[in-house]
T-cell receptor, first 117, second 113 residues
Framework: DTGVSQDPRHKITKRGQNVTFRCDPI?????LYWYRQTLGQGPEFLTY????????KSRLLSDRFSAERPKGSFSTLEIQRTEQGDSAMYLC???????????????FGPGTRLTVL | DAKTTQPPSMDCAEGRAANLPCNHS???????VYWYRQIHSQGPQYIIH???NNETNEMASLIITEDRKSSTLILPHATLRDTAVYYC??????????????FGKGTKLSVKP
């Protein structure tokens, strides 16, 4: 399967702990997005990478959140000192560089569901 | 990016056509209409997009009104597996804040046997 993968699928943690999620995009996609989705809401944009460069961050991404994409391949999203309000589904998506023959469709992974107790 | 309005929920009988409306009265001339859906506990999945002409693919048809202020996603023969939340999004193709998608709450479609 060459789709977007995310690990872990589920994470339960206690308030104040740090957590890290991983996203492996489709291999030829150089653009990668992180979104957060709370119950009953649509996904909300968190941050965007083009290759290894983090080009945009939403104001939702507080200073407890950090994302990296070393070498422009997989990406990690870390949340430090988790709070109950961080409980959500964290989604990763990737898309190819726009150009002839490519669409700008975003391909989403299955998400990581975080529960902070 | 323009804002969209969708009904919060709809029902459809299995085997019948599901017609999901979306209003986007403030859409700009260079903005496309995109549809994604999200089946429970999965990530969103792209369905179709269009600018002003009607579009059809293996999943659905997209009908855009002539003034482009509204559109309808049509699933011609809905199955139980089409039960999902459907999101209508309007945005500039390839652009707009590095291309991130702005989701509303979508329409929860329930296909019933």
């Amino acid at each position: 399967d060459t789709g977007v993968s995310q690990d872990p699928r589920h994470k339960i943690t206690k308030r104040g702990q740090n957590v890290t999620f991983r996203c492996d995009p489709i291999s030829e996609h150089n653009r990668l997005y992180w979104y957060r989705q709370t119950l009953g809401q649509g996904p909300e944009f968190l941050t965007y990478f083009q290759n290894e460069a983090q080009l945009e961050k939403s104001r939702l991404l507080s200073d407890r959140f950090s994302a990296e994409r070393p070498k422009g391949s997989f990406s990690t999203l870390e949340i430090q000192r988790t709070e109950q309000g961080d409980s959500a589904m964290y989604l990763c998506a990737s898309r190819p560089n726009p150009g002839l023959g490519f669409t700008d469709t975003q391909y989403f992974g299955p998400g990581t569901r975080l529960t902070v107790l | 990016d323009a804002k969209t309005t969708q009904p919060p929920s709809m029902d459809c009988a299995e085997g019948r056509a599901a017609n999901l409306p979306c209003n986007h009265s403030t859409i700009s001339g260079n903005e496309y209409v995109y549809w994604y859906r999200q089946i429970h506990s999965q990530g969103p999945q792209y369905i179709i997009h269009g600018l002003k002409n009607n579009e059809t693919n293996e999943m659905a048809s997209l009908i855009i009104t002539e003034d482009r202020k509204s559109s309808t996603l049509i699933l011609p023969h809905a199955t139980l597996r089409d039960t999902a939340v459907y999101y209508c999004i309007v945005r500039v193709r390839y652009g707009g804040s590095q291309g991130n998608l702005i989701f509303g709450k979508g329409t929860k479609l329930s296909v019933k046997p």
